[in-house]
C-alpha cells in the first residue's frame, strides 16, 4: 500500500528537477528501454478507442481517469483502482509528471492507453524515495472517464424534434419531463423511468441544477435531448451521494412531457369551421360534441368517440373543468378545434384517476355535434312560398298533409317521408305510415313533437321551410329510436295539403244548421228507431252532398262507429228520437247543470 499514491504523478519542486537535471548530465540520459536503447518521449500505446470520440483532452483540461502504474518488471508501484477514488487533475499545466501531461493528450473518454514513460519524462534519477527508484521507466495502463475545461458550456444535442411544436420551454415554466442520467463514461446514476413517473419541476427558480436550467430552454414537447452539463453547473466538488462523484460531468438523455405556466390560459385554435356559422356557444347552453384528449406527448388518455357517444353537458356552469368550460365557449356547430388546457384549471397537481398524472396539460381535439339553449325557440325560415296568394294558412286543428326530411345538425339523416330512412319522425319515433307518402298529422293534437308542431302552423300549401327543433321541444334528454339524447333536430318541411280541423272533441261538424226533423230524415225506414246502417248511410249522405264533414285523417267507419255508440245511450244497437242529440245541445246541457 502507498498512502500518498496520487502524488507520486504530480511534479517535484523546481530545487528537485534542477538536481535530477545535474545528475542525468553526469550519467545519461536515463534507463533503456526494453529494446536496450534509451527512450526520448513517452510511449503510446492505444489499445482500445471507442467509436464516437466527441472530444479529445487538450492543455487546461480537468481530467479524471483510472490508472495502474508498474515498473518494467510488472511490479505495481501504485493505483487508482486500489483506493477507488479516480485521479483528477487539470492537464498541462505542470501538475503531472511530464510523461503523464503527454500521454493523456488528445484521448477520448473511455479510451485505453498503455504509456511507457522514460525516467528523464517521470521522477528522473532522483526517483521517490521508497517507492519510485532513481531512473525507472514507469509503465501505466489509463483509461479516461471524464475531461471538462472551465470555459465549458451546457452542451445541447437534439436527438428528435417533432414536426409541431405547440410551445418552447422559458424560464419561470413548469415542466414534466423523463430522463436517464449518466456519467461521461456511460454510467448511469439516475433514471425517472425506473421510478415510473416523470420528474416535475419549475425552471428557471433554482429547483435544478444549472446545467439543467439551461438545457431545458427552448424544449418543445415530445422532443428528445442529450445535455451534458460540466461539473461546475451540477454538483462541483462536493458530488451528491456515491452516486455522482466529485467534479463529474454529467450526461442526461431527456424526453419532454409537458410544460405549462402558472400564468397560462386556455389555448384555442381553430382547425376547421363550418361556413355560414350564425350562432357561437356561450354560458348556459347545452353542448353535445366529441373529443379525443391526450396528454402533450400524444398520449390518448380518453376519447368519447371509443365510447360511441358524444360528451354531453352544460357550459360554463361548472360540470366540467374550468379549462373545458372556456375552451367550448364561442365554438360553431359542426366546428373542430384543439384546446390545450394547463394543469391550474384541469386536474392540477393530484391529476385523476391513472391515465392523468398530477400538473399533467391536457390537449381535447373536439368536434361540436350540436348546442342549444334551454329557452330556444323553435327556429324558422322560409326556404319558398308558392307564387300565388296565400289567403289561409295552417292553424291548430287543422288536418294537414307535408313531407319532410329529419337530421342532425352535423348533418347525419335521421327520417324522411321522400327517402328511406329507417323511420319517420313522429312524437313517438315509430313508423307510421310507408315510405314515399306525406306524413299526416293534425296540428295541436299531440300527434307530433311539439317543436315540429309549432313549425308547421302558418304555412301556406306549397310553402318550404326550415325548422332547427331544440330537445326540449322535441325528443328531451332520452331521445327516441334513433334520435341521440338532447339532440337539436332539423327538418325541412314542405306543405302538401290543408283542411280544417273540427273543434275539440267534435267528430262531425255541419256547413249549416243541421235538418229541423233530424231524426226523421235519419229513420229512413220510418219504423221509429236508428240502427247504425241507417246511421251511417245518412252522414255519408251529408258528406257527400256538401252539407257537413267528418274529422279529417281518420277512418271514416271508425268515426261514424263511435258517433253511434255516443248516440246509443242504452247500448242496445239502435237510436231512439229520445236518445239522439247534438254535441252542442249535450253542451248546452251541461253548462246548465254546472250552473
Known amino acids: 500500500m502507498f498512502p500518498a499514491v496520487s502524488h507520486t504523478l504530480r511534479r517535484l519542486p523546481l530545487l528537485h528537477w534542477l538536481l535530477l537535471l545535474l545528475q542525468a548530465l553526469e550519467r545519461g540520459l536515463g534507463r533503456a528501454s526494453p529494446a536496450g536503447a534509451p527512450l526520448e518521449d513517452v510511449v503510446i500505446?492505444?489499445?482500445?478507442?471507442?467509436?464516437?470520440?466527441?472530444?479529445?483532452?487538450?492543455?487546461?483540461?480537468?481530467?479524471?481517469?483510472?490508472?495502474?502504474?508498474?515498473?518494467?518488471?510488472?511490479?505495481?508501484?501504485?493505483?487508482?483502482?486500489?483506493?477507488?477514488?479516480?485521479?483528477?487533475?487539470?492537464?498541462?499545466?505542470?501538475?503531472?509528471?511530464?510523461?503523464?501531461?503527454?500521454?493523456?493528450?488528445?484521448?477520448c473518454v473511455n479510451e485505453r492507453r498503455r504509456l511507457i514513460v522514460p525516467p528523464h519524462l517521470g521522477y528522473g534519477s532522483i526517483g521517490v524515495a521508497g517507492l519510485i527508484p532513481p531512473d525507472a521507466t514507469l509503465y501505466f495502463d489509463v483509461v479516461l472517464l471524464d475531461v471538462w475545461n472551465k470555459a465549458d458550456t451546457v452542451q445541447v444535442s437534439i436527438l428528435l424534434r417533432p414536426p409541431h411544436c405547440l410551445r418552447?420551454?422559458?424560464?419561470?415554466?413548469?415542466?414534466?419531463?423523463?430522463y436517464n442520467g449518466t456519467l461521461l463514461d456511460g454510467t448511469a446514476f439516475d433514471s425517472s423511468y425506473s421510478r415510473d413517473g416523470t420528474y416535475d419541476t419549475y425552471v428557471g427558480s433554482g429547483w435544478l441544477i444549472k446545467g439543467m436550467d439551461q438545457g431545458l430552454l427552448g424544449m418543445c414537447p415530445g422532443e428528445r435531448r442529450k445535455i451534458i452539463i460540466p461539473p461546475f453547473l451540477a454538483y462541483g466538488e462536493k458530488g451528491y451521494g456515491t452516486v455522482i462523484p466529485s467534479q463529474a460531468s454529467l450526461v442526461f438523455h431527456v424526453l419532454l412531457i409537458d410544460v405549462h405556466n402558472p400564468k397560462d390560459t386556455v389555448q384555442v385554435e381553430t382547425l376547421e369551421l363550418p361556413l355560414g356559422c350564425v350562432r357561437k356557444a356561450a354560458a348556459g347552453d347545452f353542448m353535445r360534441y366529441h373529443y379525443n384528449g391526450s396528454l402533450m406527448d400524444g398520449t390518448l388518455f380518453d376519447s368519447s368517440y371509443s365510447r360511441n357517444h358524444t360528451y354531453n353537458t352544460y357550459v360554463g356552469q361548472g360540470y366540467i373543468i374550468p379549462g373545458m368550460d372556456q375552451g367550448l365557449q364561442g365554438a360553431c356547430i359542426g366546428e373542430h378545434r384543439r384546446i390545450t388546457v394547463p394543469p391550474h384549471l384541469g386536474y392540477g397537481e393530484n391529476g385523476t384517476g391513472d391515465k392523468i398524472p398530477g400538473s399533467a396539460v391536457l390537449i381535447f381535439n373536439v368536434h361540436i355535434i350540436d348546442f342549444h339553449n334551454p329557452a330556444d325557440p323553435v327556429q324558422i325560415e322560409t326556404l319558398s312560398r308558392p307564387p300565388e296568394t296565400c289567403n289561409e294558412t295552417t292553424k291548430p286543428g287543422d288536418f294537414i298533409r307535408y313531407h319532410y326530411n329529419c337530421s342532425l345538425l352535423d348533418g347525419t339523416k335521421l327520417f324522411s317521408s321522400v327517402c328511406c330512412f329507417p323511420e319517420?319522425?313522429?312524437?313517438?319515433?315509430?313508423?307510421?305510415?310507408?315510405?314515399?307518402?306525406?306524413?299526416?298529422?293534425?296540428?295541436?293534437?299531440?300527434?307530433?313533437?311539439?317543436?315540429?308542431?309549432?313549425?308547421?302552423?302558418?304555412?301556406?300549401?306549397?310553402?318550404?321551410?326550415?325548422?332547427?327543433?331544440?330537445?326540449?321541444?322535441?325528443?328531451?334528454?332520452?331521445?327516441?329510436?334513433?334520435?341521440?339524447?338532447?339532440?337539436?333536430?332539423?327538418?325541412?318541411?314542405?306543405?302538401?295539403?290543408?283542411?280544417?280541423?273540427?273543434?275539440?272533441?267534435?267528430?262531425?261538424?255541419?256547413?249549416?244548421?243541421?235538418?229541423?226533423?233530424?231524426?226523421?230524415?235519419?229513420?229512413?225506414?220510418k219504423n221509429g228507431e236508428v240502427p247504425l246502417e241507417e246511421f251511417s248511410s245518412f252522414l255519408k249522405a251529408q258528406v257527400n252532398e256538401g252539407k257537413g264533414r267528418l274529422l279529417p285523417g281518420q277512418d271514416p267507419e271508425k268515426i261514424i262507429g263511435d258517433m253511434f255508440k255516443n248516440q246509443d245511450r242504452n247500448q242496445d244497437g239502435k237510436i231512439t228520437a229520445e236518445e239522439l242529440k247534438l254535441k252542442s245541445d249535450e253542451d248546452q246541457e251541461r253548462v246548465h247543470e254546472e250552473l
Open 45 to 107: 500505446e492505444r489499445y482500445h478507442i471507442p467509436r464516437a470520440c466527441p472530444r479529445e483532452v487538450q492543455m487546461g483540461d480537468f481530467v479524471r481517469y483510472h490508472y495502474n502504474g508498474t515498473f518494467e518488471d510488472g511490479k505495481k508501484f501504485d493505483s487508482s483502482y486500489d483506493r477507488s477514488t479516480l485521479a483528477a487533475i487539470v492537464v498541462g499545466v505542470g501538475r503531472l509528471i511530464t510523461g503523464m501531461d503527454r500521454g493523456l493528450m488528445g484521448m
Open 168 to 178: 418552447m420551454v422559458q424560464d419561470s415554466d413548469f415542466v414534466r419531463y423523463h
Open 424 to 525: 319517420i319522425c313522429d312524437s313517438e319515433g315509430k313508423r307510421s305510415h310507408d315510405y314515399g307518402d306525406p306524413q299526416e298529422a293534425t296540428l295541436g293534437a299531440n300527434k307530433v313533437i311539439e317543436g315540429l308542431d309549432t313549425g308547421l302552423q302558418g304555412m301556406c300549401v306549397g310553402e318550404r321551410r326550415q325548422l332547427i327543433v331544440p330537445p326540449h321541444l322535441a325528443h328531451g334528454e332520452s331521445g327516441a329510436r334513433g334520435v341521440p339524447g338532447s339532440a337539436v333536430l332539423l327538418f325541412e318541411v314542405e306543405l302538401v295539403s290543408r283542411e280544417d280541423g273540427l273543434p275539440t272533441g267534435y267528430l262531425f261538424v255541419w256547413h249549416q244548421d243541421p235538418p229541423t226533423n233530424l231524426f226523421e230524415d235519419m229513420d229512413l225506414n
